[in-house]
T-cell receptor, first 113, second 115 residues
Framework: GDSVTQMEGPVTLSEEAFLTINCTYT??????LFWYVQYPGEGLQLLLK?????DKGSNKGFEATYRKETTSFHLEKGSVQVSDSAVYFC????????????FGQGTELSVKP | DSGVTQTPKHLITATGQRVTLRCSPR?????VYWYQQSLDQGLQFLIQ???????AKGNILERFSAQQFPDLHSELNLSSLELGDSALYFC??????????????FGEGSRLTVL
């Protein structure tokens, strides 16, 4: 079945450091890919998305490119802030599955001043 | 604020008991999804409803059931509770089946503790 694997955390960075969180997926079809973020004590929020190969999703300085050849959707940010501390989830949704999301295990990011 | 409301926020109960979690989707959203988040299993899809009809089923135990009412709110019923059912239960909603699949709006969750 479909699955998502992302790098284990926690990841601890200093403010203004470069961030990469790796995500790879397995899917039978051509899924849409997502990054969701969960701040402490809150629900998940959509951070960015890409619906087809080579699309780049971006939001709030975060970017991820849908790479079909490597089945990857790595999350990057050039300069992290303390306020980026959260848990990040990579997810996929098959286009014929009614919108349900399959999530990776989540990566906790802690940014120190 | 996502616009998705879940109640209760916290619930403590004993093994063998039954609880009901409630979700009100965003105004206009027809689809409701339930997810379970636990430390060992991560985020697991349980079930989806679309306009009152069950649309997809995931790893939902037979002791669990759900429904979506005509006003589109949804309830998740958990019965014969076990210690392992302790988790954060999220509800999410989306507009229609033709929206970008996977673009969901999540509530803040209901934290269930089974003692």
């Amino acid at each position: 079945g479909d699955s998502v694997t992302q790098m284990e955390g926690p990841v601890t960075l200093s403010e203004e450091a470069f961030l990469t969180i790796n995500c790879t997926y397995t899917a039978t079809g051509y899924p849409s890919l997502f990054w969701y973020v969960q701040y402490p004590g809150e629900g998940l929020q959509l951070l960015l998305k890409a619906t087809k190969a080579d699309d780049k999703g971006s939001n709030k300085g975060f970017e991820a490119t849908y790479r079909k050849e490597t089945t990857s959707f790595h999350l990057e940010k050039g300069s992290v802030q303390v306020s980026d501390s959260a848990v990040y989830f990579c997810a996929l949704s098959e286009n014929n599955q009614g919108g349900k999301l399959i999530f990776g295990q989540g990566t906790e990011l802690s940014v120190k001043p | 604020d996502s616009g998705v409301t879940q109640t209760p926020k916290h619930l403590i109960t004993a093994t063998g008991q039954r609880v009901t979690l409630r979700c009100s989707p965003r105004s206009g959203d027809l689809s409701v999804y339930w997810y379970q988040q636990s430390l060992d299993q991560g985020l697991q899809f349980l079930i989806q409803y679309y306009n009152g009809e069950e649309r997809a089923k995931g790893n939902i135990l037979e002791r669990f059931s759900a429904q979506q009412f005509p006003d589109l709110h949804s309830e998740l019923n958990l019965s014969s509770l076990e210690l392992g059912d302790s988790a954060l239960y999220f509800c999410a909603s989306s507009v229609t089946l033709t929206s970008v699949p996977g673009e969901l709006f999540f509530g803040e969750g209901s934290r269930l503790t089974v003692l």
